[in-house]
């Protein structure tokens, strides 16, 4: 599945957190490494003080950039490794450096460092998901750690071909770990409640019955099972689940309370009464989720 995996880094605790997944990663599915450090001057000394920047001070950038992507290189070991310091900005320089080398993954950290000497940010992430021609792995700072072994690996459909594409990511990173999957749909309650023939639990906890609801829950049960034969077909345990509620609050307290280690998601979804994954539930699970996210761009042929 990937052969190659891209890792940005900028020095921070969040990019080298990430990059410990990435490698993790890379030794699962014995991939080659590229370690990439990007030198931003425009953001690190404003765009108003580019013309006054002198030699020094970017000098002291790519230092700092050669050693984070050092740090990172000597944690490899005696995998394949392949590193580049380039200038720009930092997204992107990775989206462009993920197309020119043909990698087929790329990790990276949501947020770096912070102030006058930033490098990757959460809005960089970001947007590099929404143009990274290949998945990208965000992972976020939780308390100092995060597993890098992955028991249980979360796929979240809604049954829509964006969802789809990201099921063979989710099958292969759990086979490659040997961990359940867990099959969740979400309907999204919030999209049903001004509907026609629905009732709400408990004057809005929920919706409880309803001409509207009693074919999702089908959709729900159909999308999940289809991920579950899949996973069985190649060995390994899953379970399924519906759920009622907000889709990126939803996943983010199934990821808290069933101990997830690992998130394989698409960026879009439906839209309209039916949506459960949008560009926003991605976004939501990228800064909140306690498990890195592995999201799969969906191209629209519209």
Do not use: C, K
């Not at 990430?18 to 993790?24: F, G, M, P, R, V």
């Not at 991920?227 to 190649?234: L, P, Y």
């Not at 990821?255 to 960026?267: A, K, L, P, R």
């Amino acid at each position: 599945m990937y052969e190659s995996i891209l890792v940005p880094t900028d020095g921070s605790d969040t990019a080298e957190l990430a990059a410990d997944h990435a490698l993790a990663l890379a030794d699962a599915f014995d991939a080659t490494v590229h370690v990439l450090g990007v030198v931003d001057v425009e953001g690190e000394a404003g765009p108003f003080d580019v013309g006054g920047v002198d030699d020094e001070f970017v000098g002291r950038l790519e230092a700092d950039a050669e050693a984070a992507v050092d740090s990172v290189v000597d944690a490899v070991g005696d995998r394949p490794v392949e590193t580049a310091v380039v200038d720009g900005d930092p997204a992107d320089a990775i989206v462009d450096y993920a197309a020119e080398e043909g990698v087929d993954l790329v990790a990276m950290g949501t947020h770096g460092r912070t102030g006058l000497d930033r490098v990757v940010t959460g809005s960089t992430s970001a947007q590099v998901v929404r143009e990274s021609p290949v998945p990208v792995v965000t992972v976020r700072d939780v308390d100092g750690s995060l597993s890098t072994e992955y028991d249980d690996v979360l796929i979240p459909t809604d049954g829509s071909p964006a969802a789809e594409v990201a099921v063979d990511h989710g099958i292969a990173v759990a086979d490659a770990f040997d961990a359940t999957v867990h099959a969740v749909y979400v309907i999204d309650t919030m999209a049903l409640a001004g509907g026609a023939d629905t009732t709400m639990a408990g004057g809005g906890g929920g919706v409880a019955t309803g001409d509207l609801l009693e074919p999702l829950v089908s959709s729900g049960e159909d999308a999940t099972e289809g991920i579950a034969e899949r996973a069985h077909d190649a060995g390994l345990d899953a379970t399924t689940q519906v759920v009622e509620g907000s889709p990126g609050s939803a996943l983010v307290e199934y990821v808290d309370t069933e101990s997830i280690d690992f998130v394989t998601m698409g960026t879009h979804g439906r839209t309209g009464l039916d949506r459960v994954l949008l560009g926003s539930t991605t976004e939501r699970m990228m800064r909140h989720a306690s498990a890195p996210v592995l999201s799969v761009r969906h191209e629209n042929p519209e």
